[in-house]
């Protein structure tokens, strides 16, 4: 029974200090949660309901929206039950949907930020052609790759790990995690090492390379221009955009670098931080930015407000 069980599920390793300030935990989670879930569907019900924001950055800001309840969604349910919980342990199958959906929503965060950047370089380098290049059928098009390529990607990448004969079952996390998993491998992982390299390149380091392209040229033609209110205007409708990139991009960054250390190198508290910051920062800071930095969103925003209230 004991190797039935051993076999079958994961046990999380980071839950068994925590004591009674899990409790203390289970409340702030909560509260983020109802939080990030509230703030993003605000945002995608105000996008929806305002046809004057069928645009193709308003309709990005929406999909930036609903990955962020999408990769909640994949932490917070089993998160706050680990904590209400005295028993920590996860099965394998619902320990791989748990990396699909986590690994495939950090992929979307990228592909996304790379569509905005791409969409904001044509409308302020581009702006006589911006209509002609930025068509429905066009958005409908770039939106689908954002969607079907990393999803594609990340389940191979989650099919060469569910291969692999494992030497334990113990995950020094707060949820599954590829590489956590990849480690307790008993044999050799240079597959699955060399793939994961090919899907962080293509579905992050690539797409970042993008966007700092698209920005330097912004950055070029502002400073062509002599119009003070041109530079004015691409720096509103830029700088929302610069903020959610540079958060999430740091957050990756810690989530990739210190993901490479082994279990007991560096600080419970600090292993805690970093592997759920990219979690929750920019789905709670992203409806926010927007929220607050484009007056149509925050209009209608204000106006649906308005009109719950008197109802």
């Known amino acids: 029974m004991e190797n ?62 609903a990955n962020a309840l999408y990769g909640s969604f994949g932490l917070f349910p089993r998160l706050l039950l680990d904590l209400h919980s005295d028993i920590h342990t996860i099965s394998h199958s619902a320990c791989f949907i748990q990396i699909f959906i986590i690994y495939t929503y950090a992929s979307y965060e990228f592909t996304l930020l790379t569509a905005m950047a791409y969409d904001r ?24 790759g954002v969607w079907i ?58 797409p970042f390379a993008f966007i700092l392209y698209t920005y330097v040229q912004i950055l070029i033609i502002c400073q062509r221009s002599s119009s003070a209110l041109y530079k004015q205007k691409a720096l509103h409708t830029c700088l929302p955009h610069i903020v959610s990139f540079a958060n999430y991009s ?8 210190f ?19 990219f979690l929750i920062i920019p789905p709670l800071l992203n409806p926010m930015v927007y929220g607050l930095s484009f007056p149509e969103i925050r209009r209608k925003m204000s106006r649906v407000a308005c009109e719950r209230t008197q109802a």
Not at 161 to 181: F, H, S, T
Not at 260 to 273: C, D, F, H
Request: hydrophobic share 55%; net charge positive; charged share 10%.
């Open 259 to 277: 993901s490479r250390y082994n279990p007991g190198e560096l600080p419970e508290i600090v292993v805690i931080i970093l592997s759920l910051e």
């Open 250 to 257: 740091i957050a990756m960054f810690c989530e990739i670098t």
């Open 4 to 65: 039935e069980t051993l076999s079958s599920y994961f046990y999380f390793t980071l839950f068994n200090s925590q004591g009674l300030t899990r409790y203390v935990f289970f409340s702030l989670g909560l509260v983020l949660y109802v939080s990030i879930v509230f703030f993003n569907t605000f945002i995608i019900a105000a996008i929806i309901l305002d046809t004057s924001l069928h645009k193709p950055m308003y309709i990005l800001i929406s999909c930036l929206s």
């Open 149 to 206: 390529y990393p999803m594609f990607t990340i389940g191979v990448g989650i099919l060469l790990a569910v291969r692999l004969p494992l030497c334990g079952n113990k995950i020094v996390k707060l949820y599954c995690m590829n590489w956590a998993i990849v480690r307790l491998s008993c044999v050799s992982t240079t597959v699955n090492n060399l793939y994961g390299f090919f899907v962080a390149a293509t579905t992050i380091f690539m």
């Open 121 to 144: 370089y044509i409308a302020i380098c581009q702006p006589l052609q911006y209509h002609s290049i930025m068509t429905v059928k066009w958005i409908a098009l770039i939106i689908a």
